[in-house]
C-alpha cells in the first residue's frame, strides 16, 4: 500500500511517459510541417492509418514502425539523436 500523496508510477515510469508524450508530438509537428495529412503520411510510409495514429497519440512504439514513418515526415537519426 502506498502512502498517500505519493504517486501511483515510479518514477521511471513517469519518465517514459513524458518521453513517449514528447516524442508523439515531435512526429506530429513535423508531419504537420511536411504538410501531409495522417492518410498520406501513412501511405507514403507504406502503413496502416491506424498505425500512423497510435504513434501520434503515444499509444505505440515500434522502432520499425518509426523507420518507415521517419523518412516520410523529414525526420533523421540524426535528428533523433538530438532530442534531449
Do not use: C, N, Y
Not at 504517486?7 to 504537420?32: I, N, T, W, Y
Amino acid at each position: 500500500m502506498k502512502a498517500p500523496g505519493l504517486p501511483k508510477k515510479g518514477f521511471q515510469a513517469q519518465r517514459l511517459d513524458v518521453s513517449r508524450d514528447f516524442f508523439s508530438s515531435f512526429m506530429k509537428s513535423a508531419r504537420e510541417k511536411a504538410g501531409l495529412t495522417v492518410e498520406m503520411a501513412a501511405i507514403l510510409a507504406g502503413i496502416e492509418q491506424e498505425q500512423w495514429l497510435e504513434v501520434e497519440a503515444g499509444e505505440h512504439f515500434d522502432p520499425d514502425l518509426m523507420k518507415l514513418m521517419m523518412p516520410v515526415i523529414g525526420i533523421t537519426d540524426a535528428d533523433l539523436a538530438g532530442i534531449r
